[in-house]
């Protein structure tokens, strides 16, 4: 008996033990995620922010490249020339031709290639490709702020998706309820079948409400599931907002801030600084170029260019050459004046940047003092119509109202409940793009 005690207390112990395994590897599996986390793990996983990454090391390859036209050239030749005949020649007073050349000839050819002077083009293509490691970087710094907007989007989405659920729920419930009162109503004839069938037919329209509801609900989170990119049927919770904390702020402070922090803004600056490298190498073309070139020569008339008695096994030459096309009819001077022009274009499009960046903070503000100004008005009218269909409901009970005054109660009081909490969210995606705006989330 001792025995069987002691194995009937190990088999609960251990029964315990794997409904504490198994409950903890449910609650594992379910991830609530928080505003922060979700934008955090967009900026880690979204495939297309990845890809973007890739164009700041290919920036980096650029750049290396560009730094490779510094430093010297080695290049090697070889090649294989014969005669048709003999090479001779014919002198007065010879008898006959001499010859001074071999029917076969080979040639091997070693260059040393060092560019001396190019008019500034090789360090204007090297700043260049510096400034395209820069343009890349503020790409992706870009596209992370509009990522974290979309993620923060998607989460707000699901939040209005369930409490549309949540608002659809309680009027399907009272709408239910309420035709079974009619039904009552209707078995001991206290009111016409017409009341009785617009009761059911409301209550059958709120079910199908919520089921269109539901369905958007699982689509907003298959939407967050593609920003983040986890499995699109992926199971998802989010953490409620239920409170908002006014912004403090002003107009012409969030601006300097988005002027400062914008990296559209400072991709601007970038793009400056690169048509005036594009400008210093256009001019590069007024300039000669001077080029030192060295060549080590091995000559035969053998495959193995050893030599023979018309060639030299090996010799050298060095030289330093000149180069410089001084006129192409003006071909230069108007590749100078187009970059010019396109500086002027970055220039005047910064000062639409300007605007419109002053616009989308102007916008995101005011959207913000509305949904503000909203929250207190809606939440006073979702009590108010909380209170007016219990008093409906109530009338009806004791038949001094008709069903339509509780079908309309039921819905200004959905319609009120969908305004405040659209108020509630629209002031956290209003605050998030003010943030955007301003460059950071």
């Not at 329209?205 to 989170?221: F, G, I, P, V, W």
């Not at 600056?269 to 594009?278: A, K, P, S």
């Not at 916008?363 to 008005?377: F, G, S």
């Not at 009218?381 to 309309?408: F, I, P």
């Amino acid at each position: 008996m001792r025995c069987t005690g002691w194995f009937r207390m190990a088999c609960v112990g251990c029964l315990l033990s794997i409904l504490c395994l198994s409950n903890g590897a449910l609650a594992e599996g379910k991830k609530v995620y928080t505003l922060q986390g979700c934008v955090k793990e967009a900026l880690a996983n979204n495939w297309k922010l990845k890809a973007k990454k890739e164009q700041i090391d290919q920036a980096e390859y650029v750049k290396n490249q560009a730094r490779a036209d510094f430093l010297p050239k080695l290049s090697t030749s070889y090649g294989y020339k014969r005669y048709g005949m003999n090479q001779e020649v014919f002198f007065t007073g010879l008898g006959g031709p001499v010859e001074i050349g071999s029917q076969n000839n080979y040639r091997w050819r070693g260059t040393v290639t060092q560019p001396l002077f190019t008019g500034f083009a090789i360090l204007s293509a090297y700043r260049l490709s510096e400034l395209g490691i820069d343009q890349s970087q503020l790409e992706v710094q870009t596209q992370e702020l509009d990522l974290a907007l979309r993620a923060k989007a998607a989460y707000f989405n699901i939040l209005t998706a369930d409490m549309a659920v949540e608002t659809a729920e309680k009027a399907a419930e009272a709408l239910e309820g309420h035709a079974e009162v009619a039904r009552n109503f209707y078995k001991v004839g206290m009111i016409p079948i017409n009341d009785l069938l617009e009761s059911e037919v409301n209550a059958s329209n709120s079910k199908h409400d919520l089921t269109s509801t539901r369905n958007e609900a699982r689509l907003a989170r298959s939407n967050f599931n593609a920003v983040l990119s986890r499995p699109v049927n992926a199971e998802v919770e989010v953490e409620e907002i239920s409170v908002h904390n006014p912004e403090k702020g002003k107009f012409q402070e969030y601006v300097e801030i988005a002027f400062k922090n914008r990296p559209e803004m400072k991709l601007m600056d970038v793009n400056l600084l690169q048509t005036d490298q594009q400008i210093r190498l256009s001019r590069s073309k007024f300039y000669p170029e001077v080029v030192f070139t060295w060549d080590y020569i091995k000559e035969g008339d053998t495959a193995s260019v050893s030599g023979g008695e018309f060639h030299q096994a090996s010799n050298w030459e060095a030289t330093v050459g000149l180069e410089w096309t001084f006129w192409e009819w003006g071909k230069t001077y108007y590749n100078v004046k187009q970059q010019q022009s396109v500086k002027n274009e970055v220039l005047k499009t910064k000062m639409e940047l300007e605007e419109q960046i002053q616009l989308q903070i102007k916008d995101a503000v005011l959207d913000l003092k509305t949904a503000e100004e909203n929250i207190p008005i809606t939440r006073k009218a979702v009590e108010q119509g909380e209170e007016n269909l219990r008093v409906s409901q109530e009338r009806y009970k004791a038949q001094v109202s008709t069903s339509t005054e509780v079908l309309d109660a039921q819905r200004y009081l959905t319609r009120a409940r969908v305004n405040h909490f659209s108020a509630l969210f629209d002031y956290h995606l209003a605050r998030a793009r003010l943030f955007r705006a301003m460059g950071t989330y």
